[in-house]
């Protein structure tokens, strides 16, 4: 072989040696790159401190119902939910089927379930959860909020915080916009009872739980036009039929246990029968999926629809 083929071969090798290493570390810088990306983290703060979470969590486990709402609202699907193993409630609240594990009740929900999903970020009760936050941190970023006593304002706080950790702040602006506008529209079509006292309650057995004007649906309906008929700091207040006929509402909005009710026994009571809401037909029996457990911005607009729907068909 010629010197001068032998010196054209060495330096195509040369060439193709060094394409080779540069690629390499090409790549190896894309990874870098990509792999520093992942790890990027955002400083979200709740009830209980502040939490580093990874930019953009995919992998979001919900111990509450309203943070199922929250995602729900921002188009994003947790991939587990404490359910209370009641699916058929979960797909309630997102009005359609939705694949997700059930990570047990949101009293006391399954840690090692919890652990196995290998979450990036989990959402947690404040009041159910407090106790194990150390134990939900070691699993997985865990930012702890206000749900099971939120007031309506406090709800939205935790919406757009759950927005913050999530990444989606653009999609929770315009999403609380649209809401916002619907609330506008809701306040319209109930105009003419603005005003009006009205009461919701949970009525159960051998109890009547009055929900204040610090409650969650107590606080949303003021915010349509209503005002609650007991205006009270703490949220709930259990009540007896003499109570109710002192506080005498014209509208009563009535979330139902299953089974015997204590409001059965009051029926034929006088006092009963001498209330406001009952003489004009403004008792109403309503879902209490909806009403007392779901809560947040998209059921909020269900539960403003379905008074809407209420008052006027008791109109007609």
């Known amino acids: 072989m010629k010197t001068g ?83 058929d409630m979960i797909e309630q609240l997102v009005n359609g089927k939705m694949k997700y594990t059930s ?25 159910r959860h407090k106790a194990i936050y150390k134990d939900l941190q070691q699993i997985a970023p865990t930012i702890e909020l206000n749900s099971r006593e939120s007031t309506y304002e406090e709800n939205i706080d935790a919406f757009k915080t759950i927005a913050k950790a999530t990444g989606e702040n653009k999609k929770a602006e315009e999403r609380l916009n649209k809401h916002e506008e619907t609330i506008a529209e809701l306040k319209k079509e109930v105009k003419e009872e603005n005003g009006q006292t009205i009461l919701p309650a949970v009525v159960r057995d051998t109890s009547f739980q009055a929900h204040t004007s610090a409650s969650y649906d107590g606080g949303f309906l003021e915010n349509l036009g209503f005002k609650d008929a007991v205006q009270s700091k703490e949220a709930y207040a259990e009540m007896n039929l003499e109570q109710l006929s002192d506080i005498n509402p014209d509208i009563l909005i009535l979330a139902n246990n299953e089974g015997k009710l204590l409001t059965d026994e009051w029926k034929s009571n006088p006092l009963w029968k001498n209330l406001k809401a009952v003489k004009n037909h403004k008792v109403f029996v309503v879902d209490r999926n909806l009403w007392t457990r779901f809560r947040g911005v ?14 006027h068909d008791q109109q007609k």
């Open 103 to 127: 990570v047990g009740t949101r009293q006391q929900p399954n840690l090692e379930v919890v652990s196995s999903l290998k979450p990036d970020l989990i959402i947690a009760d404040v009041q």
């Open 298 to 311: 998209v059921s909020s607009e269900a539960i403003g629809k379905d008074t809407v729907k209420l008052l």
């Open 5 to 87: 083929k032998k010196l054209k071969i060495v330096s195509v090798m040369t060439i193709l040696s060094i394409l080779l290493v540069l690629a390499g570390c090409g790549a190896k810088q894309d990874s870098t790159n990509k792999e520093s990306s992942n790890n990027q983290k955002v400083a979200v703060k709740h009830e209980l401190g502040t939490t580093k979470v990874p930019e953009n969590p995919k992998r979001i486990v919900v111990l509450e119902l309203s943070f199922v709402d929250a995602l729900h609202g921002l188009g994003i699907k947790p991939v587990g939910i404490a359910d209370d193993n009641k699916k």
